[in-house]
């Protein structure tokens, strides 16, 4: 357990992008590798997959956070208003938010 903390926590510094998380990636999954966490193993053979997107995920600073919580706060909109009214009212309330 203190093995598998200390390999989250380390990973959880790697959100903050920077230059040169690519290659403290690389390093943390042989980290990972060293030891035996089947489940960290698995995680790091879906990191390793989609190398290019990890990468510029941990280093470049633009993301998608606004325009995820736009449409996450539409879908719980229209979740509420299901069956209630028509368009018009939905429309109304998510341009009221």
Same mark, same amino acid.
């Given at each position: 357990? =203190?093995?598998?903390?200390?390999? #989250?926590? =380390? &990973? %959880?510094? *790697?959100?903050?992008?920077?230059? /040169?998380?690519?290659?403290?990636? $690389?390093?943390? #999954?042989? $980290?990972? +590798?060293? /030891? /035996?966490?089947?489940? *960290? $193993?698995? &995680?790091?053979? @879906?990191?390793?997959?989609? $190398? /290019?997107?990890?990468?510029? !995920?941990? =280093?470049?600073?633009?993301?998608?956070? @606004?325009?995820? !919580?736009?449409?996450?706060?539409?879908?719980?909109?229209?979740?509420?208003?299901? @069956?209630? %009214? @028509? &368009?018009?009212?939905? +429309?109304?309330? #998510?341009? *009221?938010?």
């Amino acid at each position: 357990m =203190t093995a598998l903390s200390g390999h #989250i926590r =380390t &990973f %959880a510094n *790697l959100l903050k992008p920077a230059a /040169d998380n690519s290659r403290r990636l $690389h390093e943390w #999954i042989s $980290h990972v +590798r060293e /030891d /035996d966490l089947p489940h *960290l $193993h698995a &995680f790091t053979r @879906g990191l390793e997959r989609d $190398h /290019d997107a990890v990468a510029n !995920g941990l =280093t470049l600073p633009f993301h998608n956070g @606004g325009t995820e !919580g736009v449409n996450n706060k539409t879908k719980l909109i229209k979740r509420q208003m299901y @069956g209630r %009214a @028509g &368009f018009r009212l939905l +429309r109304h309330r #998510i341009l *009221l938010n």
